[in-house]
């Protein structure tokens, strides 16, 4: 139906976030991404108590269940031990990127930048011989990791949009009462999972096409914006989850190839206004 980014974020609300409108819509088009060949990347940034984890939680739990990753702790090494394809179109969800440790990060940002990782190991062979190999885990992915400091690795992933939670006193008084209805009875949680389904149903509809933009070289980012490189690629991949997500509203060419409309790139101005202006 018509304005379908629109009616999602209405959604999203009903699901369990309220307030965070640019946010929330921003995180459901990044998780969305995991499908296809060109994934996106958030880094929720608050500090301790702001609500980020539940930003987290509740969109990735609108993300079917079977393509989603939840850690709350990751091992040194055991994103390089998983089988070859165990990540492949997942998304990660990170509840505190903090606590990763350095091997951990740096084995996150291989599969976000390079979408693969190659250890040189031991290997015992079937004689119990012990020898040099390689182990592969492939990606891509797409993730979603809540930080405290997202400046530190905002430099570190090339395609990670870093989103602030809302931290004012309005958007307290709107979770407060949010949660004094909840604990009133005065929302019913059925809705809630009702809308959950719903959304993993249209999603797992989504399929990797190839996206052209006819319209990309009209488009001119403000000089003065901060990492304008960065920025307008960022822009141009955010337009092109914007076209997938829309695929049922448009046109193929004769490659079959998904054509972005004017109005995918309204959509991500709209979104994005904020971070282009900041």
């Known amino acids: 139906e018509k304005d379908l980014i629109k009616r999602i974020n209405d959604l999203i609300g009903k699901a369990g976030i309220t307030g965070e409108e640019t946010n ?64 492949v179109n997942k998304l990660l969800c990170f509840e505190d990127l903090d606590g990763l440790k350095e091997d951990a990060q740096l084995a996150v940002r291989e599969l976000q930048s390079n979408e693969i990782l190659i250890t040189s190991t031991s290997i015992k062979d079937p004689n119990g011989s012990i020898r040099g190999g390689e182990r592969t885990v492939r990606g891509p992915i797409a993730s979603l990791s809540c930080t405290t400091r997202g400046e530190v690795y905002e430099d570190n992933v090339s395609r990670s949009f870093l989103i602030a939670v809302d931290e004012s006193k309005e958007q307290t008084q709107r979770i407060i009462h949010y949660q004094n209805c909840v604990a009133a009875g005065a929302i019913n949680k059925e809705d809630g999972k009702r809308i959950q389904q719903f959304l993993q ?30 920025l307008n690629e960022l822009y141009q991949s955010f337009v092109k989850q914007l076209t997938l997500l829309n695929q049922y509203q448009r046109s193929r060419d004769r490659q079959g190839r998904l054509i972005t409309e004017k109005e995918d790139l309204q959509t991500a101005c709209d979104i994005l206004f904020e971070s282009i202006l900041l």
């Open 201 to 230: 149903n249209c999603i797992r509809l989504l399929k990797p096409y190839e996206v052209i933009n006819p319209y990309a070289n009209r488009i001119k980012l403000p000089q003065e914006a901060h990492k304008i490189r960065r």
């Open 24 to 87: 929330r819509i921003l995180l459901f088009i990044i998780a969305s991404s995991y499908k296809m060949a060109d994934t996106l990347h958030a880094l929720i940034q608050g500090s301790s108590g702001s609500g980020k984890t539940r930003l987290l939680k509740v969109i990735s739990h609108l993300m079917p269940d079977e393509d989603v990753k939840r850690y709350t702790r990751v091992t040194d090494n055991s994103f390089y031990n998983q089988d070859e394809y165990f990540f």
